[in-house]
């Protein structure tokens, strides 16, 4: 495991990177279905 909490920017970037694939696979798989 990486530790973030020495950066919190990169933890945040990771997050928003993770929201902007949930959001943009959610609207694939409403495409999909």
Not at 7 to 30: C, M, Q, R, V
């Amino acid at each position: 495991l990486i530790n973030f909490s020495c950066d919190t920017s990169l933890k945040d970037g990771l997050n928003e990177t993770i929201k902007w694939f949930a959001e943009n696979y959610g609207k694939l798989g409403a495409i999909r279905l």
